[in-house]
């Protein structure tokens, strides 16, 4: 099993520019997550889905958007790229247990660079 | 915000040294968990200790909480060169579902 993969590994754009981050997992999980990490201060979620076709907003959703059509891949876009959303951003599944106790399995990230 | 803040921020020990590392956190939680990320890399699960749990064991791991005063410890004992790195807490909010909340990190370092 590959776990969870990350397309690309590193990216720079440019101010306006648009992309999408890609994330795969082949564990069958319902929970996906796509989180930024920027220096001291941890991880922070931006996105989250608890299934196939479903989204939600997490702490930090302004300025991206995100699809969930298969149950496997997660998107992250970006539509107009700013300097502010520099960072590296991590995706992450989860089984999705109702207990609330799931652990999640996180990609090994995607480093953005907006300049 | 952050729910959890780590102490402290940095810790720099001697091999076989005990490396200790606190969480704080400031809501009611359903449980708590600790992830490890070495540099350049994405997090990895550790240890998961629910809130009605007071401590818990895995291999040179031990992991405590206390939720009168909302605090976790994470002791690694026999630290080694290969544990090297940041370690997170994250808190599973009652009634978040699986959402995690995670803390800022504490950077360890184990020197030969």
């Known amino acids: 099993n590959a776990g969870v993969t990350q397309t690309p590994k590193f990216r720079v754009l440019k101010t306006g520019q648009s992309m999408t981050l890609l994330c795969a997992q082949d564990?069958?999980?319902?929970?996906m997550y796509w989180y930024r990490q920027d220096p001291g201060m941890g991880l922070r979620l931006i996105h989250y889905s608890v299934g196939e076709g479903t989204t939600a907003k997490g702490e930090v959703p302004d300025g991206y958007n995100v699809s969930r059509l298969k149950k496997q891949n997660f998107l992250l876009g970006l539509e107009s790229a700013a300097p502010s959303q520099t960072s590296v951003y991590f995706c992450?599944?989860?089984?999705?247990?109702?207990?609330?106790?799931?652990?999640?399995?996180f990609g090994p990230g995607t480093r953005l660079t907006v300049l | 915000s952050q729910q959890g803040e780590e102490d402290p921020q940095a810790l720099s020990i001697q091999e076989g040294e005990n490396a200790t590392m606190n969480c704080s956190y400031k809501?009611?939680?359903?449980?708590l968990q600790w992830y490890r990320q070495n540099s350049g890399r994405g997090l990895v699960h550790l240890i998961l200790i629910r809130s009605n749990e007071r401590e818990k064991h895995s291999g040179r791991l031990r992991v405590t909480l206390d939720t009168s005063k909302k605090s976790s410890s994470l002791l690694i004992t026999a630290s080694r060169a290969a544990d090297t790195a940041s370690y997170f807490c994250a808190t599973g909010a009652t009634g978040g579902g699986n959402k995690l909340t995670f803390g800022t990190g504490t950077q360890l370092k184990v020197e030969l």
């Open positions: 809501t009611s939680i359903n449980n």
């Open positions: 564990m069958n999980h319902e929970y």
């Open positions: 992450a599944s989860s089984y999705g247990y109702a207990g609330g106790t799931d652990t999640q399995y």
